[in-house]
Nanobody, 125 residues
Framework: QVQLVESGGGLVQAGGSLRLSCAASGRTLSTHNMGWFRQAPGKEREFVAAISWSGSPTYYADSVKGRFTIARDNAKNTVYLQMNSLKPEDTAVYYC??????????????????WGKGTLVTVSS
């Protein structure tokens, strides 16, 4: 079992930055692919960014490419999402999720085995 806990959400003005963290317990993240997903009110959960268990490759949704960066620190059992140039449409609950290293796909919610409870990001205009 893997327990994931997100932190770092909050209220920020458009154009600002936030860094989300996802800390794991119960099992080392070094053997897990990791992803960030988000869900806005009234919308389905959508892919944001993903990183393989080894740190490469990384994947991004077109809507965040060039603004968000996913990174991992396996020594700290933590994954990060640096979000810059935030827009009001980035407002959502952000979730981190994982699946074992041998899974070839980790950028769809259906692919992921473990989920955190989410952290709310609100971007004001």
């Amino acid at each position: 079992q893997v327990q994931l806990v997100e932190s770092g959400g909050g209220l920020v003005q458009a154009g600002g930055s936030l860094r989300l963290s996802c800390a794991a317990s119960g099992r080392t993240l070094s053997t897990h692919n990791m992803g960030w997903f988000r869900q806005a009110p009234g919308k389905e959960r959508e892919f944001v960014a993903a990183i393989s268990w080894s740190g490469s490759p990384t994947y991004y949704a077109d809507s965040v490419k060039g603004r968000f960066t996913i990174a991992r620190d396996n020594a700290k059992n933590t994954v990060y999402l640096q979000m810059n140039s935030l827009k009001p449409e980035d407002t959502a609950v952000y979730y981190c999720a994982s699946n074992p290293y041998y899974r070839g796909s980790y950028y769809s919610p259906q692919d992921m085995d473990y989920w955190g409870k989410g952290t709310l990001v609100t971007v004001s205009s």
